[in-house]
Every structure is written in C-alpha cells, then in structure tokens.
C-alpha cells in the first residue's frame, strides 16, 4: 500500500504530537510542516521535511495527500478554505474555527467541493469513552437523570508565554478545553437543549476566563453540572485520568465523569458501575451490585490519524465529521453567551 504523504500546519504543542504520530504511522509519511515561528526550523531540521511559512506557499509547491491544520484558532476557516480550494482533505483541530459562523462556512465549502473535512476531536477514538458509551445506550444505568463532570487542572505560564493569544478572550478554557468535554457528553448523554454559565479570570487576571461552572440541560429531560479550571491544583481532568497521554502525570484513582440514571451510575475513566441488582427493589437504603469494567486503553489521537488516512483512501467515513464540529462549536457559543449574558440560553 501506497503511503500517504501528509503536512502538518503548526509546530505548537499539539503540532508535534501530530508530527510524531504521523512519523511513527506505517501507512503514512510526513510530506512537509508550515509553521512561520523560528523554532519550527529546527523541527523540520529534525525530522528531514520542507518547511513552509504559509499554506499558501505550500500549495504552491507542494500537494500532498492530507493536511492537518494544528494552527491557532484563528486562522482555521483561512486554511481550511485552502485547502478545500486546493481538493486536499483536511483535518482541522478542535475547534472547527473560532466562530459558528465560519465552521458552517467550512462545512458548506467541504459539501460544495466534495473534500473530506473532518474535526479533531480525538476523544471520540477513545476505547474507553466507546465503553462508557456502549453502557449507556445499552440502558444498563436505566432512564438517564443526571452527570456530573469536572475539568479542573492548571496550565503553567509557559503555556501562556508560548501563546500569548491564549490569553486573550477565545484563548481560554471554555473554547481550548471544554469543546472537548462537550464532545464526550453529547456522546454519552445526547443533544444539549440549553446551558446557563458562569465564569471568572480572577485568579489569573486575563482578559479571558480561568474558571467556569456550567449546567446543563439534554434534550432527553437529564441535567448535568460541569466544573471547568485551567487554574487548578487538581488531578480531574480527563487527560490526569485516563491514561491515555503519558506527558501527563496519571491518577487512576479520579474521575472526570459520574453518569446516573435511575437503574445506577458509571464513573468515568476508573469505569466503576453501580446498579440495583433488584430494579422493582430500588431504594438509597439498598446496596449496590458493585462491578469495574475492563476496558482497553489505546491513544486516540494515533486512531484518529489512521481513521483519516482511511477517510483519504476513501476507505472510511470520519469519526468526527466537521458538522459535529460545528454542533459542539454551537454548545461552546452558548455557554460563553450564557456566562457573559447571565442568561440561560436554549439550542
């Protein structure tokens, strides 16, 4: 089988995880990296591959068969058009762009050209949110009541002084770290029908937020709460949990995750299930039958590199399409109007 030659745009953080994975991937090849900062230089001095300032000047010389896009938010609705102009498919990092209005701009592009555009949401290849996913739909937690999720971790200032856009309003963790919670509770939970917010930069004193509290409202009558902090001394993030990205340090003893219904309730990632072993019997006096599922652990952004050489080849459909993109965008949008606004604002 042919390799695939693909180019990552941006050498930030998330750049090189995507750089490493696709010179570690056997179907493909690193074709290029476009990235305009200086230390860029050095990562395509490393790695043997052309550096480019701009897609542009890529495009110009270069065609290779898949681009990922890992640049700032920005610059996503740019980028995506050139390459959907160029017939290159794409695979565009969380969020699809930084408005609703310029991720539906991509879709609409996407479906005119016939480009396969996808949205890295990579939590979606998770094996472990497929579990928790399949306990769920296959009812084993009842008719679903409520969940209760936390994001609370904290950032250091070189993250901020690598990024200073990061700490200017859409830098912030509403839109960098809780789309992907989002995400994870469309697929356990269903469609959000409504949010209200709050949100604070007290304790960092950005112009954008450090801290948030979310409530929520699904189309199948549950409700859920969600803490989110990038200023946090706490290990109930999803990345600190599940064990899935060995730069972070592991607390396998947290969850992020507690999803109830009236049969009983799953905690995720340590996948520990509780339900009533006698459902006509149920009661807060009764005990629980008590069981932690096996599950496989697996990294998601690896699989989400092979499902988009699959898509390429035309071998496969993506995971996470840029319309499911745009729909978590959507829920994002809504949460900071709720925050800003005070208001309680309905999908």
């Known amino acids: 089988m042919q390799r695939l030659r693909i180019a990552v745009a941006g050498a930030g953080a998330i750049g090189r995880r995507h750089i490493d994975l696709v010179l570690q991937e056997r179907g493909c090849e690193l074709a290029a990296i476009v990235d305009p900062a200086t230390s860029a230089k050095e990562i395509a001095s490393k790695t043997g591959v052309p550096l480019f300032s701009s897609l542009i000047e890529l495009l110009a010389r270069e065609r290779p068969d898949g681009i990922i896009l890992a640049t700032p938010n920005s610059l996503h609705l740019a980028q995506g058009m050139a390459s959907i102009a160029a017939g290159i498919p794409a695979l565009i990092e969380k969020p699809i762009a930084d408005t609703v209005e310029a991720g539906q701009q991509l879709c609409e592009a996407a479906e005119r050209a016939k480009v396969a555009l996808m949205t890295g949401h990579h939590r979606q290849y998770s094996p472990i949110m497929a579990k928790a996913v399949e306990i769920v739909r ?6 679903l009541v409520a969940v209760v999720g936390t994001a609370m971790f904290y950032k250091p200032d070189k993250y901020f002084n690598d990024g200073p856009w990061r700490r200017q309003p ?4 509403i839109l960098i770290n809780l789309i992907h919670e989002i995400g994870n ?22 112009p954008v937020e450090d801290t948030a509290a979310i409530s929520l409202r699904f189309a199948n009558g549950a409700l859920g709460t969600f803490m989110l902090s990038d200023t946090a001394g706490s290990a109930r993030s999803w990345e600190q949990t599940s064990q899935e990205d060995k730069n972070y340090s592991n607390y396998p003893d947290e969850d992020c995750y507690v999803v109830a219904g009236t049969d009983g309730s799953l905690a995720i990632p340590t996948m520990r299930l509780r339900t009533y072993a006698n459902k006509a019997d149920r009661s807060w006096y009764k005990p629980f039958r008590s069981e932690t599922v096996e599950i496989e652990r697996a990294d998601p952004l690896q699989r989400q590199l092979e499902n988009f050489c699959a898509v390429i080849r035309g071998e496969a459909e993506p995971v996470v399409t840029a319309r499911e993109g745009v729909q978590n965008l959507r829920v994002i949008d809504a949460i900071t109007r709720a925050a800003r606004d005070g208001v309680a604002i309905s999908l």
């Open 138 to 143: 296959n009812g084993r937690l009842g008719r």
């Open 170 to 173: 859409g830098g912030g963790p």
């Open 185 to 206: 509770l469309r697929a356990l939970c269903g469609e959000i029908a409504a949010v209200q917010a709050m949100a604070s930069q007290s304790a960092r004193g950005f």
